[in-house]
């Protein structure tokens, strides 16, 4: 029951609001959710990962509310060229910052689970 306890507790550490990483997401840490063995120079560029990494998450939301508005620009543009076309531009250049954005947290994550803990 105690280890069935501490396993819940290790990985209730893990869970993040939205699917978010915690600041300290690389780092290692005990059953009681601290961080152990914290050393000050390798350490701080796993935070900085985990940093990155959030903003690059909440860019990949802001790319998806940009194609949403996109569409409703599209929709809403009754047929006039140019509204069309802005709706357009819009909705592309979302999509190429959300596939930027996916491909970087993908690489931010191998960096960061290759040099931490995990």
């Known amino acids: 029951m105690l280890t069935t306890l501490t396993t819940f507790a290790a990985a209730s550490c893990k869970s993040g609001f939205l699917g978010m990483p915690h600041w300290y997401e690389y780092l ?12 000050m120079p390798g350490d701080l560029l796993l935070i900085a990962l985990a940093i990155i990494d959030m903003l ?52 931010v994550a191998f960096l960061g689970n290759k040099l931490g803990v995990k």
């Open 28 to 39: 290692q840490l005990g059953t009681d959710c601290q961080v152990t063995n914290f050393s």
């Open 56 to 107: 690059l998450r909440v860019a990949g939301l802001v790319a998806v509310f940009f194609v949403i508005f996109g569409g409703i620009q599209y929709a809403t543009s009754q047929g006039n060229p140019d509204a069309t076309a802005k709706a357009q531009s819009t909705i592309i250049n979302a999509l190429v910052g959300l596939a930027l954005a996916m491909i970087a947290v993908g690489f």
